[in-house]
């Protein structure tokens, strides 16, 4: 049975055909994929998104560690083995980036994805020996590409790397916005403003106490996301189709995972158990659980900083954020926090992967898990978005963030909250009667007070000073500042 290939390339060119088990097919004449990758561009044409290009880099990679293993080790021939060698570093350094053609969304369990590598770079290497694409006797996609390899081995290694490769600027990210968030609490150290609990009127605080503890949730984010690369470092390699390593000799196994920690520089380790991680990807569940927290953390202060900036006359207004575009097509002059919008709905994108990658990697069934490239695509989609977007909401966000001193200082003067310093003093019923008669006649707490003669004039100065009331101890005591 003879097909062709409805998406591909070179239409109307020279064809060639190309014959797997299930037939044969034509390809384009000048492209460098073949049978397996045209049969899954008509099977998946899901997303319209190709595979990730972190995911294909570390495809190559591998490829080119087995290779030069199976070089050393005559499995391959060796001129073979150097055209591989070479056909990979043209990859990576940015060649026939086109030619990886299969959907993100793809069944198979990644099988596409690794055929389509092998079937690149099999055609590469053999135009670099002198012959034309789909002379595979020459360099054969499984045979020499693929060999001693499973699509469930080096498919879940291949995102390990792709994904440890994003998890370090996303960290330095959060660390960055970590110190941007420490700058704005030196910065208002001494601003005075209402704090709020359940989006009431609560105790006064620092604006700059605001931002530390968001520096704080930065600070445990940037942690958890730097720590959890030793937990991606254990690789299945050498495992092949179920983690019994059948088809790959064990001088192999040991030494391509030698020879992918020094191309790839990362401190890889051969698992002890290739079975487990092979059909096992709670890993990649428990990274993806860190993003979520880290988006959590994103969401919530983006959300804060819309709250204080909304307005500006009929809102809060405590906080103005930077003006980087117009906000209306119809509403002269109107500005929008659009960088907090747009932290705020890639942090929402980061949590909904995780919900996709929970149920995909318990999805997996026995020995391989079939939903991985759902998994590899909702990982990396969140590991760079989640980057760019932390970086760009630093940037053109929070480091231009200025605190309305008169807005906040008009808020605190009509709230009774400061009522709370009373009750260590006074009750807290006697406390609550002063708030409730201050928010009824528009007075101030002091002037309640005073009004009721319980406070002498010092005694409430010293007592309801707002600067004292926003540190530990009991205001108007000695030794306030212990507990």
């Given at each position: ?10 239409h109307?060119?020279k064809?060639?055909r ?9 390809i384009?004449?000048?492209?460098y994929?073949g ?20 995911l ?9 560690a087995?290779a030069?293993?199976?070089?050393k ?22 060649e026939?980036?086109?030619?990886f ?13 690794n ?7 099999a055609n ?15 360099v ?7 060999c ?10 291949a ?13 330095e990210?959060?660390?960055?916005l ?30 700059g ?20 690369e ?11 189709a ?39 990807w ?21 959300g804060?900083l ?9 809102g ?5 954020l ?12 109107k500005?929008n926090?659009?960088?907090a919008?747009?932290?705020?709905l ?12 929970t149920m ?14 759902l998994?590899?695509d909702?990982?990396?989609?969140s590991?760079e978005?989640?980057?760019?977007a ?10 231009g ?5 008169a807005?906040c200082r ?16 006074l009750?807290?019923?006697?406390a609550a ?7 009824r ?5 002091e002037?309640?007070a ?14 309801l000073?707002?600067l004292?009331?926003t ?13």
């Amino acid at each position: 049975m003879e097909q062709g290939s409805k998406n591909g390339a070179g239409h109307g060119e020279k064809n060639r055909r190309e014959s797997d088990s299930l037939g044969k097919m034509t390809i384009p004449a000048d492209v460098y994929y073949g049978i397996h990758t045209a049969r899954a561009m008509d099977n998946f044409p899901v997303s319209g998104r190709p595979v990730n290009r972190r995911l294909i880099a570390a495809l190559v990679l591998v490829k080119k560690a087995a290779a030069a293993v199976n070089g050393k080790l005559g499995l391959i021939p060796a001129e073979v083995a150097e055209a591989i060698l070479w056909a990979c570093d043209e990859i990576n350094a940015g060649e026939l980036q086109d030619q990886f053609t299969v959907d993100a969304l793809q069944g198979g369990a990644g099988t596409s994805t690794n055929m389509n590598v092998n079937e690149v770079v099999a055609n590469l290497a053999i135009e670099r020996l002198g012959g034309q694409k789909g002379d595979y006797g020459l360099v054969h996609p499984l045979n020499h590409v693929n060999c001693c390899q499973s699509t469930n081995d080096v498919y879940p290694t291949a995102l390990r790397i792709a994904a440890i490769r994003l998890l370090r600027p996303l960290s330095e990210a959060y660390a960055s916005l970590q110190e941007a968030l420490q700058e704005k609490e030196q910065e208002f150290a001494d601003t005075l403003k209402l704090g709020r609990t359940q989006l009431m009127d609560a105790l006064p605080m620092m604006a700059g106490q605001g931002f530390g503890a968001y520096a704080k949730a930065a600070a445990r984010d940037r942690w958890r996301l730097y720590k959890a690369e030793e937990r991606l470092r254990e690789i299945p390699l050498g495992g092949t189709a179920i983690g019994t390593g059948l088809g790959a000799p064990r001088a192999y196994s040991c030494q391509v995972v030698e020879m992918l920690r020094d191309l790839t520089g990362l401190g890889l380790a051969q698992s002890e158990y290739p079975m487990d991680p092979t059909q096992n990807w709670d890993i990649f569940v428990e990274v993806s659980g860190l993003l979520k927290a880290a988006a959590v953390t994103l969401l919530k202060i983006a959300g804060d900083l819309r709250l204080l900036a909304s307005g500006p006359a009929g809102g809060i207004g405590e906080y103005t954020l930077p003006a980087v575009q117009a906000g209306s097509s119809i509403m002269p002059g109107k500005v929008n926090p659009v960088m907090a919008e747009m932290a705020g709905l890639t942090a929402m994108r980061v949590i909904a992967n995780d919900a996709a990658i929970t149920m995909a990697a318990a999805g997996g069934q026995l020995e391989l898990n079939a939903f991985g490239p759902l998994i590899a695509d909702s990982l990396l989609d969140s590991l760079e978005i989640l980057q760019r977007a932390v970086e760009l909401f630093e940037r053109r966000c929070v480091r231009g963030i200025a605190v309305n001193e008169a807005v906040c200082r008009a808020h605190l003067q009509r709230s009774t909250v400061l009522a709370t310093a009373l009750v260590p003093h006074l009750g807290y019923e006697l406390a609550a009667e002063i708030a409730g008669a201050a928010a009824r006649e528009g007075q101030t707490v002091e002037q309640a007070a005073l009004e009721r003669g319980l406070l002498t004039a010092e005694q409430a100065a010293r007592i309801l000073n707002p600067l004292e009331v926003t540190k530990p101890g009991i205001p108007g005591k000695s030794g306030r500042n212990t507990r």
